[in-house]
């Protein structure tokens, strides 16, 4: 479904600030399967899924998502197949337009656009069917302005957004860091729900290393930009989140320092 075959990212190639931020990574994702990624500040999380996405373009290696090659393909075909939801609520949706608005655009993402703009009935009744799954009111606000949402309704809304065309590929990048912990669980609880029903095939993000391996069916962990772990199975459903940091020593030679995964992976 995904794979990625030695995908190299250098910033400022032969400068003096010269990072390698992705070094030959490969991975392959199976069609459905649902992979959360861990790792330290720096490691290379972010510039994976923006690789993927099509937002830097890569020195080496090759991209394929579903046989297709889109290694060089630009973000705006890229976001056609591909949904994405940010860690800030803020940059999914446009604040000054209305929910359906915002809900239309994510609709006709990938589409080639005329002159014509207008929500149809048939679309309102989509919307408001898509949105009462969420169990949050918004079904009956359709023409509220986004912007006087909650942080929580936003990101679920954004959710709802990058899935509702069923894309081949979900991209989460700590999507529920920046909400309180009562809100990222319900917006998490919806995020696995619209997942399980729409079988998406999903990239998930995160710096809580106990939903990491509750969630899903594959963890991988990233290192200097490298893929240094990768578990699934009963090898997975068995490993303890004091027992994962072990496993990072082990195989970087250095002990986890990172204070966001340290405080939200307090678990077993």
């Excluded at 604040?95 to 994510?106: D, F, H, K, P, Y």
């Excluded at 700590?174 to 919806?190: C, G, I, K």
């Excluded at 729409?198 to 893929?227: D, P, Y």
């Excluded at 940091?245 to 992976?265: C, K, N, V, Y």
Aim: proline share 3%; aromatic share 4%; hydrophobic share 40%.
């Amino acid at each position: 479904m995904l794979e990625l075959k030695s995908v190299t990212k250098i910033f400022n190639a032969g400068g003096v600030n010269e990072r390698v931020a992705l070094r030959e990574v490969s991975l392959y994702v199976r069609p459905g399967e649902v992979v959360t990624i861990i790792g330290g500040n720096g490691a290379g999380k972010s510039t994976l899924l923006n690789a993927i996405a099509g937002v830097y373009e890569v020195e080496q290696g090759r991209i394929l998502l579903d046989g297709r090659d889109i290694t060089y393909c630009p973000e705006h075909v890229r976001a056609g197949w591909i949904g994405r939801v940010f860690q800030d609520p803020m940059k999914g949706t446009a604040a000054s337009m209305t929910i359906e608005e915002n809900l239309a655009l994510a609709l006709r993402r990938g589409r080639s656009r005329g002159l014509k703009w207008g929500v149809t009935p048939a679309e309102r009744d989509l919307f408001r069917k898509r949105l009462s799954l969420l169990g949050l009111g918004l079904e009956e606000r359709l023409s509220t302005r986004v912007g006087l949402l909650s942080g929580g309704q936003r990101q679920a809304l954004t959710v709802l957004m990058a899935t509702i065309t069923t894309p081949k590929l979900l991209l989460l990048d700590e999507h529920t860091a920046a909400l309180d912990p009562r809100t990222a669980r319900t917006v998490m609880e919806l995020t696995e729900k619209i997942i399980e029903q729409h079988r998406l095939t999903t990239l998930m993000v995160t710096h809580n290393l106990e939903q990491a391996l509750r969630t899903g069916h594959r963890t991988i962990m990233m290192h200097e930009g490298r893929i240094i772990l990768d578990l699934s199975g009963p090898e997975r459903a068995r490993t303890t989140v004091s027992q994962l940091l072990e496993m990072f020593e082990q195989a970087s030679g250095t002990a986890l320092t990172d204070d966001r995964i340290l405080l939200t992976g307090t678990g077993s």
